[in-house]
Each structure stands twice: as structure tokens, then as C-alpha cells.
């Protein structure tokens, strides 16, 4: 099982590395957003009520990084949905393999990408004259939310894809990572947030997410946001990753 | 009517068709810049607290930045469009019609501008419903002009790319360049207020007079010294990024 798992990872992986159509996303058009925030909201952090941070590239980084990761949510779900339109995935289903190993090697392959978009928007904001306040314990701790987040968001994806069995319809969830994204707290203080996105943002679990991936990079480690966000994307992958597996088994019983 | 203009009307109602025929591929077009317009105003509508920022409101500021992103979106499909043809072998049957490259490529692009005014109206329209002060007729009107202009420059960018890549795996990078051009400007705040290496990308950038030429009626009058600049830019863009475009065509198939 964990050799299978393994080796899909890796196929996923090399994949994903070969369509550069699927890696601009991932990493581009997020760190072109960030630039585009910066640079033209960089006198934000003065507003009354802005809590204290190093920098606005510092504060908003944590907002690119969660929108990298929903990107590649849906960046996986799309190459499932590719798989089943070219007819692979019913190759991979006759396989003798545990079909389960189908979902977990895709899943194994978001949490590295995501350690990888995490590392990339480590090293923009050290590049560009940011700071990681909490240290490599910070470091540490941003890299296991944004782990733990890619898999739940790779899961989501990967969901879709297989209740769609199409690549349009994964594709049409596109828009709806920037509504998720603009109903949360990743882009500016909550409070500072005009009505309605401040009242959904209290709710949605993106802002803890968020909250959780930022706290590192603006100050020392505090436990708090960190566990609030560790949770939450927890909550999202185990969620989502047992819809996953319910989604692949009713795919199961009409193949 | 010329032979020749009749080919530019069939090859921009062809192009036009497509919106018809398949709604669901403009979808996207239409519903990000309305999102963005949505979401950057619940977001970062404190920013019009700012001292020094121009408008009395933060979505007033940006619905041309939304209009803009839609004239992007439109121009970029036509690159994909075109990438599709070339891949079904539509465009190699095109290129045996006896009319000169630069008719062709008049057709192809054309549709751009026109299908524009679909996003640019949604968001106009989302902009007014939440409270966006009317900028009367002639600002509209020169507003909806410069985002058929982008449109059709960004559409002269798409089609290069198209021409030169030959497949629609190119896609990302034609609605990047839009994204790009349309975003590193005073796209979110006034000129004073943004960071000194975007305040230099932006001077630079010609999208930025576009940008404030259809903005002007949005935030104060419409004026002459406002206009001309987003004009002779348009013009800029038009005349290189057309060029470009026609030597794609002129190469394609020898």
C-alpha cells in the first residue's frame, strides 16, 4: 500500500511539474496578487485600528499563501478530472491496487506541493525585505498549517472531481476560491472588513486558517492562533478527504 | 461593402457566436471581475480612510479597475480562441481564404472589443447597484470606449501568443499579461499612496493612463489633459502590439 502510494505521489508530482499551466497557477498568480496588494496598499498599516505588524508584505503574505493553497486544491482536482476525461483513472481502477491509494498517492502530492508553496513564500518575503517574527519555530509552524491546509484543500478538489467527472466543472470552482478568499479574514483585519465579509469572516474557517499562517510571520509564536489555525485546517482535511473517499466509492458502485 | 470588411464582420460575428453558443466559457470572464470588484470593496474598503485617497469611496476608486479586468479577460480569450482553431485545424482551413493576413487578423481581434462590453457592463452595473455615484454619459461612454481599445490591444497580445505557441496550454499567459498590465497601476490606491517600486512600474506601465483616463469620471470631471494621455497610450499599445500581431500572421504557414 504505501509503495502504491508512493509511487502515484511521484507520477502526480511529475505531472504537475510538466504543465506549466498547472504550476503558474500555483505560485504565480498568487505572488503577482501580493505584489499587486503591496505595492498598492502599502500605507494600510497605518489605519487606526491595523494591529502592529512588521509590514504589510509581512501581513499579507499569509493571505497569498492561503489563496496559493486553495489554487492547488483546485490544481488537483483538476488533473483527477483529467485523469477520468483521458480515461486513465478507470485504468487505474482495474489495477490490482487498493483503490483507496488512488486518493491517498493525489493527497500525498498536495501535501508537497504545498510544503513547496510554503517554502516559496518564505523565501519572497525573506527576498523582498520581510521577516518570519517567530523564527524557525515560526517557520515550522507555517509549514504545518500549510500542510495540513493543502491536503484538506487538495481533498476538496479532488472531491469535486470525482462527483463532476469533468474538468469544466472543476475548473468553474475557480471564481469561488476568490469569494471563500474575500469572505475571510486573509487580506486585512477582520475588523477593519466591510459589512457583510466581516460578519462571514467570523465564521469562515479560511480566517483561522489564515490567522493561524500569519501569526508566525508578524510575531513571536503565540499558541493560541496557531493551534486555532492547525484545527482548523485539520477539520478541513479530515473532512474532506473522508468525502473524498465516500465520492470514490459511489464512483465504485456505478462503474 | 469591400470584400474585405465582409470577412472582418464574419470573423468577428464568429467570434461573438462563441458567447451564444458556449455561455458557460465566458462565465469566468464575466464573474471574476465582478468578484473582484465585490470582494476588493468588502476587503479593502477601509483603504479609502486613507489621507490623500481620491474618491469618497474605495468601490467608486475601482470599478474601472474591474471594467479593465474584463476588457483583459475578453482579450485573452481570443488568444485562446484562436489556439483552439489552430489546434482543430480551423485556422490552417482560414488561412486559405483569399484575403489578405492583416483582414484576418482584423477579424479575429475585432470580436474582442465588442465581447468586452459584456464583463466591463456587468461590473458598471454591480458598481451602480452598490452605490457607485452615475459619472454621466460622456464619462461612460469614454470609459466603455478605452476598455474596447485594451480589449482589442490585449486581444493583438493573445493572438501573438497564440500564433506562436500554437496550443491553448499557452493560456496562462495570456490572461497573466492582462492580469499583470491591469494590476500594476494605481489599480487599488491613488499614485502618492503606492509603494515606491510600484509608483515607478505604474509611470512605465501604459495601462496606468488607461486606467486613470476611465477613471476620471468616476472620481471628478472629465478633462482634456486626463484624456489625451489614455488615448495616446491606447495607441501605443495598439500600434506595437499590433504589429507584433500581424508578423505572427505574416509567418504563420511559411
Do not use: K
Not at chain 1, 465564521?203 to 483561522?208: D, E, I, K, R, W
Not at chain 2, 495601462?207 to 476620471?216: D, I, P
Amino acid at each position: 500500500m504505501t509503495r502504491v502510494v508512493a509511487a502515484l505521489a511521484r507520477r502526480a508530482l511529475r505531472t504537475t511539474a510538466r504543465r506549466p499551466q498547472f504550476v503558474a497557477p500555483l505560485v504565480l498568480f498568487p505572488t503577482l496578487f501580493l505584489a499587486a496588494n503591496v505595492g498598492g496598499l502599502t500605507r494600510a498599516t497605518s489605519l487606526p485600528g491595523f494591529p502592529p505588524v512588521p509590514s504589510f508584505l509581512d501581513f499579507q503574505l499569509a493571505g497569498s499563501l492561503t489563496q496559493a493553497l486553495l489554487l492547488g486544491g483546485v490544481a488537483s482536482g483538476i488533473a483527477i478530472a483529467l485523469e477520468i476525461e483521458m480515461g486513465f483513472f478507470d485504468r487505474l481502477l482495474a489495477a490490482p491496487i487498493p483503490r483507496v491509494a488512488i486518493v491517498l498517492g493525489r493527497l500525498c502530492a498536495a501535501a508537497v506541493v504545498a510544503l513547496g508553496q510554503v517554502a516559496w513564500f518564505l523565501a519572497v518575503d525573506l527576498a523582498f525585505g520581510g521577516s518570519v517574527e517567530g523564527g524557525p519555530l515560526g517557520a515550522l509552524a507555517v509549514a504545518a498549517i500549510g500542510v495540513v491546509a493543502g491536503v484538506g484543500f487538495g481533498a476538496t478538489g479532488i472531491t469535486i472531481a470525482l462527483l463532476a467527472r469533468n474538468v469544466a466543472t472543476v475548473q468553474g470552482v475557480f471564481p469561488l476560491v476568490f469569494v471563500i478568499l474575500f469572505g475571510s479574514s486573509a487580506f486585512f483585519p477582520r475588523d477593519l472588513l466591510q459589512s457583510p465579509a466581516r460578519e462571514v469572516a467570523r465564521y469562515n474557517p479560511l480566517s483561522l486558517i489564515a490567522d493561524g499562517l500569519r501569526d508566525p510571520l508578524v510575531g513571536p509564536v503565540s499558541a493560541g492562533p496557531v493551534l486555532e489555525g492547525l484545527a482548523a485546517a485539520g477539520g478541513v482535511a479530515v473532512v474532506m478527504t473522508a468525502a473524498c473517499v465516500l465520492a470514490l466509492r459511489r464512483r465504485l458502485a456505478r462503474a | 461593402m469591400t470584400g474585405r470588411a465582409r470577412i472582418v464582420l464574419w470573423l468577428g460575428r464568429r467570434g461573438l457566436n462563441e458567447v451564444l453558443r458556449v455561455p458557460g466559457a465566458s462565465i469566468p470572464g464575466v464573474l471574476a471581475p465582478t468578484i473582484f470588484l465585490l470582494g476588493l470593496t468588502s476587503m479593502f474598503g477601509a483603504a479609502a480612510r486613507l489621507p490623500g485617497f481620491t474618491a469618497d469611496d474605495f468601490a467608486t476608486f475601482i470599478v474601472p479597475v474591474g471594467m479593465l479586468q474584463g476588457a483583459a479577460f475578453s482579450g485573452a480569450a481570443t488568444g485562446v480562441n484562436l489556439a483552439r482553431d489552430i489546434e482543430r485545424g480551423w485556422f490552417d482551413r482560414l488561412l486559405l481564404v483569399p484575403a489578405p493576413r492583416l483582414t484576418l487578423l482584423a477579424g479575429i481581434v475585432a470580436s474582442a472589443a465588442l465581447r468586452s462590453l459584456l464583463p466591463s457592463s456587468v461590473v458598471f452595473a454591480a458598481g451602480l447597484l452598490i452605490g457607485v455615484p452615475w459619472p454621466g454619459l460622456g464619462a461612460t461612454a469614454l470609459a466603455f470606449a478605452l476598455v474596447m481599445g485594451l480589449a482589442l490591444a490585449l486581444a493583438c497580445y493573445a493572438t501573438t501568443l497564440a500564433l506562436a505557441f500554437r496550443t491553448q496550454q499557452a493560456a496562462p499567459l495570456m490572461q497573466m499579461g492582462g492580469f499583470v498590465l491591469v494590476l500594476f497601476t494605481p489599480a487599488f490606491a491613488p499614485e502618492d499612496l503606492l509603494a515606491g517600486w510600484m509608483h515607478a512600474i505604474a509611470t512605465v506601465n501604459p495601462v496606468t493612463y488607461v486606467l486613470e483616463g476611465a477613471r476620471q469620471g468616476f472620481v471628478g470631471d472629465v478633462t482634456w489633459p486626463r484624456t489625451w494621455p489614455a488615448l495616446a497610450a491606447l495607441g501605443g499599445m495598439l500600434a506595437l502590439l499590433g504589429s507584433l500581431a500581424v508578423r505572427g500572421m505574416r509567418r504563420t504557414g511559411r
